[in-house]
């Protein structure tokens, strides 16, 4: 896990980066900044229940976030359903295809039924 807190960045600037450590570095992805004041409408895309089987969501999500439709994603709930089974091997399992969408726009998310123990 890598956490980060980026610092004065301009708004709609766009940005290339990567994450890693001397163990290894992560390919290289982009962003662009949100923009601030009243004068916009974020542009978000909203969607729930994608189990690891059949995200079918997932490719279209991924092609219009990278062709610049939204400004940001909110995942509502039911990811992958028991993403800590496996030793959390299901978990990565899920979040390996989702790494481009998450990794291109704020990805947010919140919990859902599947996710209450």
Do not use: I
């Amino acid at each position: 896990m890598h956490r980060v807190t980026l610092r004065g960045l301009v708004p709609g600037q766009h940005y290339v980066y990567r994450c890693g450590s001397q163990e290894g570095w992560s390919r290289h992805f982009q962003f662009r900044a949100l923009r601030n004041g009243t004068a916009w409408s974020p542009r978000v895309a909203v969607y729930g229940d994608m189990g690891l089987v059949n995200p079918r969501a997932l490719p279209r999500l991924q092609r219009e976030a990278s062709a610049g439709l939204y400004d940001a994603v909110l995942h509502v709930g039911d990811f992958a359903y028991d993403m800590d089974w496996n030793d959390a091997r299901v978990g990565d399992a899920f979040m390996r295809p989702g790494e481009p969408l998450a990794a291109t726009v704020p990805y947010m998310t919140c919990p859902g039924n599947h996710e209450q123990k």
